[in-house]
């Protein structure tokens, strides 16, 4: 008879033949514990080094540098390039060389040299690879984390001034803000009467902008079934691009807020709704209290560096009470 999980045999005193069972049975386990594996080596190790998959599929000493990780094992043995070697996967591993000192504390892979374990934290790339169990041992278990979201949000609830700092926020932990600032705005409670530039700076300098244009109205003409679910805006040259948010207020059947849609033309915005028959008196109201983030490149910051958002150096006179969601990852 055999086990019920993994088919190993049960073996009773009166069976003859236990070598060959047994030896059945040994490769079995050995096929299905995956605590180690057998793998090829890029480079020369040492025993202990933590080592990552490269593209070339071999393991290579790991380091907490965003680009020789995730760090996936630790050797068993040592070796050199093109060796097969023994990688321990996660469990229990002891070094008579270690010294932690604190247990139950996290272990990172280190960020400043390959194959090194710290109980640092690093201030970029952390990868928790395990925690203390004692001062020579570890239990190992290496947590892959994909980029982290890292949001700020804030308000202001009054009208601006010029060149103020809405915000002043030293950064604690390095983060990363994306080329396009996707999801990055801002929203105002009270409307710009003119085109105004709120600015993000890193340290002083600039690194992105919104831009709060000033509320406006339809053209005095009718609504344009675009088919499809969608519905034309007469507005002469209106200025907004694709994903803008806007609030229509005063229509009869198109009240509610919109993003501005790809198929937008320059006196017409393009909006997601259902198609109703309406002509337009030119007095509604389109709103444009949301401005977007934009930013020329990725912008990295590491602890103690300063985020900023400012006003411009005249403020517009009107614009107040804004929310904002800065969104990077980490």
Known sequence: MTTEKYDLHTIDYSVQGWDAILNTDMEKLDDMITSRMINTIGETVAQYDAVYLKSDGKFWKAQADGTKQPA??????SGVADDEKRIQREGVITNVAWSWTTIGAYV???GSTAGDLTETEPSSNAQVIGYVLSATSIFFNPVVIAE??????????????????????????????????????????ISATASTVITLKKNGTSFGTATFLPDTNPDAAVAVDKTGGKVGIPVTAHGLSEGQK??????????GTY??????STNEIVIVATYVAETFAGTEDILLSWAFFVAASETSFVANDILTITAPVTADTTLADLGWVIVGTR
Request: charged share 25%.
């Open 72 to 77: 996936l094992g630790l050797m068993i043995e």
């Open 246 to 255: 806007i609030i229509l207020d005063g229509t009869t059947n198109y009240d």
């Open 148 to 189: 982290r979201p890292f949001e700020i949000g804030g308000t202001w609830n009054a009208v601006l001034e010029d060149s103020m700092v809405l915000l002043r926020l030293p950064i604690y932990k390095a983060c990363t803000f994306p080329e396009d600032l996707v999801d990055s705005n801002l929203y105002a409670e």
């Open 259 to 264: 993003e501005v849609d790809a198929d937008s």
């Open 108 to 110: 990172y892979l280190d």
